[in-house]
């Protein structure tokens, strides 16, 4: 088999299919969750706290130095890293119920008593009589043998 004939195998799969739909939709909500949180849930956050912008918030290790271009500012910018902790905590927080309405429905499904297994029709039941009969006859599921 050839290695393009085995990729094309590899690809039609519809698990490898479900996977990059699972990768693409993640990516747009995570787009999602990070819109909601720079624009909806820290903009209020922000006015609670005097304005204050929590993206901006930082810890300068070394400041800038505007006479020369090479000396950059250095900071930890732990601003950025709240709001990034807020979209974790959003997208698993997501996830969590997606995983506990699909365990929920497994559950649901496997509660579910088995259909009733429908009457005989009367033919069958005419069938298992004769059979019935027929091993009373030859003494088959007795222990002794039949009587010549």
Do not use: H
Not at 70 to 81: L, N, P, S
Not at 112 to 118: G, T, V
Request: proline share 8%; glycine share 6%; net charge neutral.
């Amino acid at each position: 088999m050839s290695i393009v004939s085995e990729f094309r195998e590899f690809i039609s799969r519809g698990n490898v299919i479900d996977l990059a739909v699972g990768v693409i939709i993640g990516a747009s909500f995570n787009a999602i969750v990070k819109s909601l949180v720079d624009q909806v849930i820290m903009p209020p956050i922000g006015l609670l706290t005097c304005g204050v912008d929590f993206s901006r918030l930082k810890w300068i290790l070394r400041p800038e130095n505007p006479e020369t271009e090479a000396v950059e500012q250095v900071a930890i910018q732990y601003g950025a890293f709240i709001n990034t902790i807020i979209q974790f905590v959003i997208v698993a927080w997501a996830v969590f119920l997606l995983v506990k309405l699909v365990n929920s429905i497994r559950r649901k499904e496997a509660e579910k008593p088995p259909e009733a297994q429908p009457a005989p029709s009367p033919t069958e039941v005419l069938l298992m009589e004769i059979r019935d009969q027929l091993k009373a006859q030859n003494g088959v599921g007795s222990k002794t043998p039949p009587t010549p």
